[in-house]
Nanobody, 123 residues
Framework: QVQLVESGGGLVQAGGSLRLSCVAS????????MGWFRRAPGKEREFVAA????????YYADSVKGRFTISRDNAKNTVYLQMNSLKPENTAVYYC????????????????WGQGTQVTVSS
């Protein structure tokens, strides 16, 4: 059973930074891509960033390029999302996800999800 547990959310002022973490268990972590998504109040869930199994390829939503960085530490079964220059519109519940099958990180079927961590950016 694949389990994903996010942490690192919180309240931050606009312009500040947060680093989210997601620890995976239940299978060989370094065989699979990982992704971050978010759901803002009253909006649908949207893609934020993804990373290939070896960290060699990363993908970002246009809205976060240059401010957010996804990375992974396969020795720790952990994927990170470094978020800089945060804006109030980045307020959302952030989820990590991983596909059931091999995928590069782009256009994956995201089959397993964590419970989410709340990020609130005050103006």
């Amino acid at each position: 059973q694949v389990q994903l547990v996010e942490s690192g959310g919180g309240l931050v002022q606009a312009g500040g930074s947060l680093r989210l973490s997601c620890v995976a268990s239940g299978r060989t972590f370094n065989n699979y891509a990982m992704g971050w998504f978010r759901r803002a109040p009253g909006k649908e869930r949207e893609f934020v960033a993804a990373i290939s199994w070896d960290g060699g390829s990363t993908y970002y939503a246009d809205s976060v390029k240059g401010r957010f960085t996804i990375s992974r530490d396969n020795a720790k079964n952990t994927v990170y999302l470094q978020m800089n220059s945060l804006k109030p519109e980045n307020t959302a519940v952030y989820y990590c996800a991983t596909p059931a099958d091999y995928c590069s990180g782009y256009g994956c079927s995201w089959d397993y999800w964590g419970q989410g961590t709340q990020v609130t950016v005050s103006s």
